[in-house]
């Protein structure tokens, strides 16, 4: 093996950067960073790796970076921090490489359980062989972690296949998150889908208060970022890591989440002309003349009725003024009268609590393929009971929270 300190390759420093717990607002443990320099200059890790290729040595110098970053580890971290190792796919499908670093990170006596392998982007053909590799970590008793999740390779379906103890989401996320109420839904529900799957969730890229508070109310488990420290190249075993602060400690005793749609105070007065517009119903108006005002308000969309059964009875009455987002993209879904309708939650949920509107969470409209809220009741009429329901723009409506 060639030594990670011969001078035809960089050599190696180890920097590392917490990974906090905002349940506990404590460090969880440290992930190790390349600091690498060429011919007496720092250099990137990208250059350094590089270097390493044309030499034919990129196992060697990774296994030499492992080690590197684990020696250093245990002289500076206490006996509960975990260390999370980056590791490309490359290495650990080697059929000598991938079975020496195992033996390479045992040898340096710390336990598997207080080491995170963390796998980096892999071309697709390697995934079979990679699944063979993360078994083999999993059977020496390593954690296993996907990083970059939301960029790159790292998708849904690869969480699936490999069942990862922690995902990493990458940075880019949180930053489009924290501009736009529509943005932080999706995360949020990205994050419970994670939950869902069993594994837990670090938001990473936090720069600023408002990542680091959103992170928080999307119930991100970690968070990592400069906002709480930078990597540092650590001697003593102290790090300059901020402190949780003041704002994130108050939000966390508050327990915030991000507001359903139905607790949006924005959507109080579609609510209020909603119920007008069923009451217009019951005595005997149209459905047309009953739904004027509702359909007045700046972001409604269209009232329809359904029957118990589901089927939509009629056409739409829609707003005219909205015409331009009527865009009807498979031709067939341009018939709504006759449509069943008994799958969508909306209707469901108002067969469940008749006499009272409920408010689905936002979904696709098949009738003009925009984000939509429906408000919905179970009502008695003289043709039998019927679900009114009424769309409402969500791509309108959260732009009032931007």
């Known amino acids: 093996m060639i030594d990670a300190q011969h001078p035809s390759l960089p050599s190696i420093e180890s920097a590392f950067q917490p990974i906090f717990s905002l349940a506990h607002q404590a460090p969880v443990g440290y992930e190790a ?4 320099s060429y011919q007496g200059e720092a250099c990137s890790p990208a250059a350094a790796f590089g270097i390493a290729r044309r030499l034919e040595s990129s196992g060697e110098f990774e296994r030499a970076c492992v080690r590197n970053h684990v020696d250093r580890f245990l002289r500076i971290a206490d006996a509960d921090s975990v260390l999370f190792l980056n ?11 991938g079975r ?14 207080r080491v995170v392998i963390e796998i980096l982007e892999a071309p697709e053909d390697t995934e079979a062989l990679l699944a063979d590799a993360v078994a083999r970590l999993r059977l020496a008793g390593f954690l296993i972690a996907l990083d970059d999740f939301g960029a790159g390779l790292t998708n849904l379906g690869r969480v699936w296949d490999l069942r990862p103890d922690v995902v990493k989401i990458d940075g880019e996320l949180i930053r489009k998150a924290v501009t736009s109420y529509r943005n932080a839904r999706s995360l949020l ?13 670090v938001v990473e890229g936090i720069e600023t208060e408002a990542q680091a508070l959103l992170s928080m109310d999307c119930d991100a488990d970690f968070v990592q970022g400069y906002y709480f420290a930078r990597p540092e190249i650590l001697t003593d075993g102290k790090h300059s890591a901020l402190p949780v602060t ?3 400690a108050r939000r966390f005793m508050d327990a915030r989440k991000i507001p359903q749609v139905a607790d949006m105070e924005e959507l109080t007065p579609y609510r209020r002309a909603f119920r007008a517009t069923i009451e217009a119903f019951v005595h005997g108006h149209s459905l ?3 739904a004027a005002h509702f359909l007045a308000l700046e972001w409604s969309m269209r009232v329809f009725l359904i029957d118990e059964q589901g089927v939509q009875v009629g056409e739409n009455v829609e707003s005219d003024a909205h015409r331009k987002r ?5 031709p067939l879904l341009s018939r709504r009268a006759g449509a069943n309708w008994a799958k969508r939650a909306y209707f469901r949920n108002a067969l469940a609590h008749p006499g009272t509107i409920v408010v689905s969470e936002p979904y696709m409209s098949s009738s003009s393929t925009n984000l939509c809220v429906t408000l919905s009741i179970h009502i008695k009429t003289a043709r039998g ?3 009114v329901g009424g769309d409402v723009l969500f791509e309108g409506l959260s732009r009032l929270l931007e």
């Open 33 to 36: 960073l390349l600091r690498p």
């Open 87 to 97: 590791v490309h796919p490359a290495v650990l499908v080697h059929p000598v490489h």
């Open 100 to 113: 020496g670093l195992i033996d390479d990170i045992l040898a340096c006596r710390i336990p598997p359980s």
């Open 189 to 201: 529900r990205l994050i419970e889908l994670l939950h869902d799957i069993g594994t837990f969730i």
């Open 246 to 248: 003041e704002p994130l």
């Open 288 to 290: 047309a003349e009953s």
């Open 326 to 330: 009527r865009r009807v993209t498979f």
């Open 385 to 387: 009971g019927r679900v």
